[in-house]
């Protein structure tokens, strides 16, 4: 399957292209965010706030946290106590960090199927000054929540495969990806 310039040939290819589709979106949503704020201050100092800059800039900030948590997720590095788990041999540390992924895809899945519901009641509500509804601030949660469980099953995958939590092609590709970005551009 072919995406633009980007050619999906394994699962790994796409998982690959959704990882670089993530770096482009909070790029662009951290410009926007940047700016919107940059404008708040500018058009405040002239006399003629903007009002809409405020609330696009907490939304964005919303949906880029989901990004940032997922990320997280993906390099295995939200703040944890595993003082404990590290001192167990390697085996019983996996098979808690498979443990904790499936009660993880639990939760998730829970949350997934009851965002609807909010989003749902939020949908008549509307963001003041930018008119359109509340349902875009809440509906963040679905794509934390599916981006999330997708990575937590990857996650299992590879310690049944490989033995590890962090997938090998997350650490190989970090290491030039500015570099493989502007590459890809060009």
């Given at each position: 399957?072919?995406?633009?310039?980007?050619?999906?040939?394994?699962?790994?290819?796409?998982?690959?292209?959704?990882?670089?589709?993530?770096?482009?979106?909070?790029?662009?949503?951290?410009?926007?965010?940047?700016?919107?704020?940059?404008?708040?201050?500018?058009?405040?100092?002239?006399?003629?706030?903007?009002?809409?800059?405020?609330?696009?800039?907490?939304l964005?900030?919303?949906?880029?946290?989901?990004?940032?948590?997922?990320?997280?997720?993906?390099?295995?590095?939200?703040?944890?106590?595993?003082a404990?788990?590290?001192?167990?041999?390697?085996?019983?540390?996996?098979?808690?960090?498979?443990?904790?992924?499936?009660?993880?895809?639990?939760?998730?899945?829970?949350?997934?199927?009851h965002?609807?519901?909010?989003?749902?009641?939020?949908?008549?509500?509307?963001l003041?000054?930018?008119g359109?509804?509340?349902?875009?601030?809440?509906?963040a949660?679905?794509?934390?929540?599916?981006?999330?469980?997708?990575?937590?099953?990857?996650?299992?995958?590879?310690?049944?495969?490989?033995?590890?939590?962090?997938?090998a092609?997350?650490?190989?590709?970090?290491?030039n990806?500015?570099?493989?970005?502007k590459?890809?551009?060009?």
């Amino acid at each position: 399957m072919k995406i633009g310039k980007i050619t999906i040939k394994t699962p790994a290819d796409g998982i690959h292209a959704l990882e670089k589709l993530e770096q482009y979106a909070s790029v662009l949503l951290f410009n926007v965010i940047l700016f919107s704020l940059f404008w708040q201050a500018v058009s405040r100092k002239i006399g003629v706030p903007a009002t809409w800059t405020d609330e696009t800039a907490r939304l964005l900030f919303v949906w880029m946290g989901v990004l940032g948590c997922h990320l997280a997720q993906r390099e295995n590095i939200h703040v944890r106590i595993d003082a404990v788990l590290l001192a167990l041999p390697k085996k019983f540390q996996l098979l808690i960090e498979a443990a904790i992924n499936v009660v993880m895809i639990g939760l998730l899945s829970m949350i997934f199927y009851h965002t609807f519901s909010i989003v749902q009641r939020k949908s008549f509500t509307p963001l003041v000054t930018l008119g359109i509804s509340e349902s875009w601030l809440y509906g963040a949660m679905f794509l934390w929540c599916a981006l999330t469980i997708i990575e937590m099953i990857a996650q299992l995958v590879n310690i049944i495969r490989h033995g590890e939590v962090v997938r090998a092609w997350v650490v190989e590709d970090s290491k030039n990806d500015f570099y493989d970005i502007k590459e890809e551009l060009e």
